[in-house]
């Protein structure tokens, strides 16, 4: 205090709010004032934009002048420049929720990076943003960076959606779900059949879905007659059946089957042609056959004794074997065993069903008129448009070129192209129509509709005299079905 006696001080009082904050490093304050020019820093923000931007001047003012002739987007530049509504203009709602982010740069509106794209240029836009026929993500992940309009992801996807090239190499159809078969409380009620060759010679599988039990026989030749004679030789063992179920071979699709099918009054059902899955007891049968057939001749033994072992082994997750099902009895082998009754239940198939839908994906039904692609040669190669659903799995439909065909629902990929039919008086109208039955996996459920056999022989009927009066030169199959050459092979 002494040392301030020499000063002359005046004590003034200064409000709290009116003191300067001290500098962080010094008590020195620095009274320069830093003023910010809100319209320097947008016009450096707008100059930034504008040079990233990857689009040529002569484009950049391609869509400045489109932008002028464009209604809606005229309302959005009214908008950016003289404020937005509340009660804005229906054509102004798209943009309404980013429109802090919308701004305008030498006559083109653009959303923070991204250009936005008037009508009339977005046609060509899809086009450049598809070139490379990559994909729906790929496709909109390029244009996130470069471009926006209203529903710009919807049109991308249907954009491609009409490549046909695209279509055409998409990948396979995600297995659907397994639907099981109804399998039977009695054995030899449903059964399936199928053919195979071994060694130079066919034969003849049929197995029971109650009890896998399989029956074997030695087929003379492949036709229809010979093949209806051993079924019948096998339902003379076991009693006749209510459903037969195979594929679409000439042997069980002839004229002849049916007949038989009615004479022995069971349901005859074929599954998808090119989808031998939906037949799979079958096809698992003539596995399991062909296996032991190989086996036993390799080491010169009795193939009889294989396929008894085989049908007296117990089934897997279960004590019983295809013979007790079958019999109700312990067939007797080479091994010893007690002598026990069995009690018919059903074989435990939950846990088939559970590891099977593993990565499945249950595909949407097809409609009437609905455009699909045709899966085959790996591909999705040609257009149809579908004319009935035949079975829950199964569809009828139309090519281009006016041939019919019947496909499971795996091997149709429904597209947004336009179907355009092209008729050929020389085209084969050959209609593939058969009673199907549906599968989503290695097994299905028979309930479904089915084509009546009366319809589908009439309808055999009708193309037969087509190609009878078109052709001098009629060939036929060893089952009676006419074969038309192609119209390159025909020579006047």
């Excluded at 006696?5 to 304050?29: C, H, M, Q, W």
């Excluded at 991308?156 to 009409?162: A, Q, Y």
């Excluded at 109804?182 to 599988?205: H, R, S």
Aim: proline share 5%.
């Amino acid at each position: 205090m002494l040392r301030l006696r020499r000063y002359d001080l005046k004590l003034e009082f200064k409000p709290g709010k009116n003191l300067i904050v001290a500098d962080t490093l010094s008590r020195a304050f620095d009274r320069s004032v830093k003023k910010s020019n809100t319209e320097e820093e947008i016009k450096a923000h707008v100059d930034m934009i504008r040079q990233n931007a990857q689009v040529s001047d002569p484009m950049w003012e391609k869509i400045a002048t489109h932008t002028k002739d464009d209604e809606e987007l005229k309302d959005v530049l009214n908008a950016v420049h003289f404020g937005w509504e509340s009660d804005h203009a229906q054509s102004l709602k798209p943009y309404y929720h980013f429109r802090g982010h919308i701004t305008e740069i030498d006559g083109v509106l653009v959303k923070g990076p991204t250009v936005i794209i008037p009508k009339t240029l977005q046609g060509d836009m899809l086009k450049t943003i598809h070139e490379g026929h990559l994909g729906i993500e790929k496709c909109q992940a390029r244009a996130r960076q470069m471009m926006y309009w209203p529903n710009i992801n919807n049109d991308i996807e249907n954009h491609i959606g009409r490549c046909g090239t695209c279509q055409k190499h998409r990948y396979k159809q995600a297995k659907e779900p397994m639907e099981q078969h109804e399998i039977p409380e009695k054995p030899w009620l449903k059964i399936g059949a199928d053919l195979f060759t071994l060694f130079g010679k066919n034969f003849l599988v049929v197995v029971d879905y109650t009890s896998n039990y399989q029956e074997v026989a030695k087929l003379e030749d492949l036709s229809f007659t010979n093949t209806i004679s051993h079924m019948k030789s096998i339902m003379a063992r076991h009693g006749l059946p209510s459903v037969v179920l195979s594929d679409n071979g000439p042997q069980f699709s002839s004229r002849e089957f049916r007949q038989f099918a009615m004479q022995y009054g069971f349901k005859h059902v074929t599954s998808s042609p090119e989808y031998p899955q939906s037949n799979g007891k079958a096809e698992k049968a003539v596995q399991i056959v062909k296996r032991l057939l190989k086996k036993a001749m390799e080491n010169d033994e009795d193939p009889y004794l294989a396929l008894l072992n085989y049908r007296t082994s117990p089934l897997s997750g279960s004590d019983r074997s295809p013979g007790e099902i079958s019999m109700n009895r312990k067939l007797r082998t080479k091994l010893p065993s007690a002598e026990e009754h069995v009690t018919m239940h059903k074989l435990p198939d939950i846990k088939q069903k559970r590891y099977y839908d593993h990565g499945s994906n249950q595909l949407k039904p097809l409609e009437t008129t609905d455009t699909v692609r045709v899966r085959g040669d790996g591909v999705w190669s040609e257009k149809a448009q579908v004319l009935a659903r035949v079975a829950p799995n199964s569809y009828l439909e139309e090519l281009e070129r006016g041939k019919r065909l019947r496909r499971n629902i795996r091997h149709l990929l429904k597209t947004q192209e336009r179907f355009v039919p092209v008729h050929d008086d020389d085209d084969d109208r050959e209609k593939e129509v058969c009673v199907d039955h549906p599968s989503g996996g290695a097994t299905a459920s028979t309930n479904q509709s089915a084509v009546t056999p009366e319809a589908a022989q009439s309808s055999h009927s009708t193309d037969q005299s087509q190609l009878v009066s078109t052709m001098s030169d009629v060939h036929t199959t060893r089952s009676g079905r006419i074969i038309k050459l192609p119209s390159r092979y025909v020579h006047d």
